[in-house]
């Protein structure tokens, strides 16, 4: 060949714009959450964009380079998700631009979000908060050689429709914000099992497909054996597949469960939080009923 071995050139000058995140495909939104590695299935995208509103950014010829959403709870409440730069393009300001948008949109409603490791200095900066560690628990299922234990005077059976209102019920004093609108769209795609004293529910765990198989979530208890007795079912109907669950619930008899199960920890993100003045701070439950199982990381 006896050419130069190599050579430079710039080709980094263009601009981009910032559009409503419905203006493009939603194969162009999947192309960007594989470009970062994320496992999500364009149905996931689809659910995301049906419930949730944001922005992307796009370059001079549309091509989608960032983006970054929030999902509405209520009126003063919304967690924030799929914010994301192409990693050709991060640490040049994309990601502080789209979520100042965010930020603009939510102006009177108090925020929460996972952040990964990578966004961690982005959302500092623009004042979140750490809560609480999230364990992603992941990986090819079997059931642990246990007996199955149910607690004393409980009994689990499958939900079905009349199951709703009390399933959003607990979801709402475990997350501290009710969740209605994205229970309720959640509740037809997924299965769910419920544990129940004197005919009323007090855990539940709900199973949808996901990603790279199915996701547990949401799952709210009020101990690790009321949880371990619901999620135990979705382990047994999903035994050599891939199931993964988001837990805030560190160490204890449900973390040594999920393991056996096949579920270790794959990785780790933080859930933070930004109060907004005049807006209750919306905490979720620490004690009593609490989160065993998020929807996701971008719902919460
Ligand atoms: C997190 C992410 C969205 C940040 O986007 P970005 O366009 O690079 O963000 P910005 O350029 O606006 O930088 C934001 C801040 O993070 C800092 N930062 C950016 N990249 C960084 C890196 N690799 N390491 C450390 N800090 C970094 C910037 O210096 C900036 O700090 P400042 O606000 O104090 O000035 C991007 O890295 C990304 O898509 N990562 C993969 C997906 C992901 O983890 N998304 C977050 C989901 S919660």
């Not at 914010?83 to 994309?94: D, F, W």
Request: aromatic fraction near 8%; charged fraction near 20%.
């Amino acid at each position: 060949m006896g050419g130069q071995a190599s050579e430079s050139k710039v080709i980094d000058s263009f601009e981009l714009r910032i559009e409503d995140v419905d203006s493009v495909d939603i194969e162009q939104l999947h192309a960007l959450s594989i470009s970062v590695g994320w496992p999500l299935r364009a149905e996931d995208l689809r659910f995301l964009r049906e419930f949730g509103r944001g922005y992307v950014a796009l370059d001079e010829i549309g091509r989608v380079t960032g983006s970054a959403m929030w999902f509405p709870h209520g009126e003063d409440f919304a967690t924030v998700g799929m914010v994301i730069t192409s990693p050709r393009l991060q640490a040049n300001g994309t990601g502080q631009w789209l979520m100042q948008h965010v930020l603009a949109d939510c102006q009177g409603r108090a925020l929460r979000l996972n952040s990964t490791r990578a966004a961690r200095r982005l959302y500092d900066s623009l004042g979140f908060q750490p809560v609480k560690t999230v364990y992603q628990c992941q990986g090819v299922v079997h059931l642990p050689a246990e007996p199955p234990t149910v607690p004393e005077g409980a009994t689990v059976r499958a939900l079905d429709a009349t199951d709703l209102p009390a399933v959003v019920e607990l979801d709402a004093r475990a997350f501290g914000v009710a969740r209605d609108v994205l229970i309720g769209k959640l509740f037809p795609q997924s299965v769910g099992y419920g544990l129940f004293r004197d005919g009323a529910l007090t855990a539940f765990a709900l199973c949808r497909p996901f990603g790279r198989g199915h996701v547990v979530g949401p799952s709210v208890a009020a101990d690790d054996a009321e949880a371990i007795a619901v999620v135990r079912p979705h382990v047994l109907d999903h035994g050599g597949s891939f199931l993964r669950l988001d837990t805030h619930r560190e160490g204890g008899a449900f973390a040594g469960f999920l393991a056996r199960a096949g579920m270790p920890v794959f990785d780790t993100v933080l859930t933070m939080s930004l109060t907004r003045e005049g807006v209750d701070a919306k905490a979720a439950a620490t004690e009593g009923t609490v989160t065993y199982g998020l929807v996701s990381q971008a719902l919460g």
